[in-house]
């Protein structure tokens, strides 16, 4: 318990620490995701020694994923994911996992890899849980810019949730692919109590709301209960939390469609005051430099097919979208390419498909380290240069922060 603490304390300077240092860099241009990488390497076995992720730490980690991805999937609309825009995404990611398949299984050929689903996965995933305070700091969430880049990363990362529990389960496919409809059936029937409650009349609702500003915090725990209990039931049909975690997200939009701005901030300084930091150091104290330095081409050449497997099509998809009513193009070469460099950047999918295959067996924790730390680089690459080509146009500056509509986090 103790070793714990020390980690616990060198995990919360490194959280303090981040902010502060993102701060001094000018326009906010290095997430303060990449430098907890950072400081997780630089604290963690493989660096400095200081801190280890220990069973009590471990189950901080999965917290913080959690939350990052109920958070993300509490952004999504269903109107937006089921409409024109939407679909285009869906048939956007498709073509990246396609896309994917084919690369690995020809690179396979020379035996220059193995994991190939695993990498696939990878590829065609988009950071949207990292990309959301970046995106809410730009003030890009009410932009057409930002409305593309959440329907491509809502795919990006529900696309990839369920490939894992389909293609990287214990059992075949088939079994995988039932196993991820009964919980998706459960999942959907969890939401109907909530016809009833949050009705205005609903006794059980006025004892939600009146105990949510008391030490009762009902609405709180009711939130980490749904997150805890989706979990949970992911794990009874052998899937990844992740999922259960993002369906979360899904059920907790649809108990609140006009959202909660009193929630939404108390779930922010929750999951970003501890648990999502907690997630990003540990992800760093993961990483072997030495692994990392010992493979630069790898490396390299997995950013890149990051960049042609999921920038590149999403790019294209941006750039030949037309409005349906005038058939002129909606983004122009610049605001595709934003697109395309945001939806490219990847983090947590590519932490939980690696640290899958590593405990099936499919992946040596080298390469994982040499893949999660390319998902870093595209977190401090693809959003800088997204924003570094807004340029200072103001025409082209999407509203600013406080035009973000209040039903959203902020």
């Not at 009711?222 to 899904?250: M, P």
């Not at 929750?270 to 104290?285: N, R």
């Not at 999660?372 to 082209?396: F, Q, S």
């Amino acid at each position: 318990m103790e070793s714990s603490f020390i980690s616990l304390l060198w995990i919360a300077i490194c959280a303090v620490a981040a902010p502060l240092l993102a701060g001094l860099v000018p326009r906010r241009l290095v997430p303060e995701a990449v430098i907890l990488l950072v400081a997780g390497v630089i604290i963690g076995p493989f660096g400095m020694g200081l801190a280890t992720t220990d069973d009590a730490i471990g189950l901080l980690r999965e917290l913080g994923l959690g939350m990052l991805f109920l958070l993300a999937g509490y952004e999504i609309e269903l109107s937006e994911l089921t409409g024109r825009a939407g679909r285009r995404a869906l048939v956007t990611w498709a073509i990246c996992l396609g896309t994917a398949l084919a690369l690995v299984f020809l690179v396979s050929l020379t035996g220059a890899l193995h994991a190939e689903v695993a990498l696939a996965i990878a590829l065609c995933s988009t950071a949207l849980g990292t990309l959301l305070p970046i995106l809410k700091d730009g003030g890009l969430l009410t932009s057409p810019v930002g409305k593309s880049v959440m329907n491509h990363g809502a795919y990006g990362e529900l696309g990839p949730v369920i490939a894992m529990a389909v293609l990287l389960g214990t059992g075949g496919p088939a079994e995988a692919l039932v196993a991820v409809i009964m919980f998706a059936l459960l999942a959907a029937a969890i939401t109907l109590p909530w016809r009833r409650i949050r009705r205005e009349t609903s006794k059980m609702m006025s004892l939600i709301r009146a105990g949510s500003e008391t030490t009762g915090q009902t609405t709180v725990r009711l939130t980490v209960l749904l997150l805890v209990a989706l979990c949970v039931l992911a794990e009874v049909f052998d899937l990844d939390v992740v999922l259960g975690a993002f369906a979360a997200g899904f059920i907790l939009r649809r108990a609140l469609p006009s959202g909660d701005e009193q929630l939404e901030h108390k779930l922010n300084g929750l999951a970003f005051g501890l648990l999502i930091p907690v997630f990003f150091v540990t992800s760093g104290m993961a990483i072997d430099p030495a692994a990392v330095a010992a493979q630069p081409l790898t490396l390299v050449l997995f950013v890149l097919m990051i960049m042609l497997v999921r920038g590149l099509p999403v790019f294209l998809s941006s750039k030949l979208e037309r409005d349906p009513t005038t058939r002129q193009q909606i983004f122009d070469t610049r605001d595709s390419a934003r697109i395309g460099l945001f939806a490219a950047t990847g983090l947590p999918i590519i932490v939980a498909v690696t640290s899958t295959a590593v405990s099936a067996g499919q992946m040596s924790p080298a390469n994982a380290s040499v893949l999660v730390a390319g998902g870093a680089i595209t977190v401090l690459t693809m959003p800088l240069a997204a924003t570094l080509l807004a340029g200072h146009n103001k025409d082209r500056l999407d509203p600013p922060t406080s035009e973000v509509s209040p039903s959203r986090p902020v």
